[in-house]
């Protein structure tokens, strides 16, 4: 696509959407007031969300724990 209709420019062969994709990983946390360790698969944002707010009550916020 031409530049100035947004693209890199008129030589370009091959346009292809861009992929965004998650920074997933498994991560195994532990959780004082159960006791034990849970490994969860969460992002990277999550994991700074957890060190923020503590693994209980973010992970029960987001339903992976029972009440």
Not at 3 to 15: A, C, Q, S
Not at 31 to 36: G, K, M, Q, T, V
Not at 43 to 55: D, H, P, Q, V
């Given at each position: 696509m031409a530049?100035?209709?947004?693209?890199?420019?008129?030589?370009?062969?091959?346009?292809v959407p861009r992929t965004f994709s998650p920074n997933l990983r498994e991560q195994r946390i532990w959780?004082?007031?159960?006791?034990?360790h849970v490994r969860v698969k969460l992002?990277?944002?999550?994991?700074?969300?957890?060190?923020?707010?503590?693994?209980y009550a973010t992970l029960r916020k987001a339903g992976?724990?029972?009440a």
């Open positions: 530049k100035k209709k947004g693209g890199v420019g008129r030589h370009v062969t091959k346009n959780i004082p007031e159960l006791n034990r992002t990277a944002r999550a994991l700074k969300t957890i060190n923020k707010n503590g693994a992976l724990i029972a």
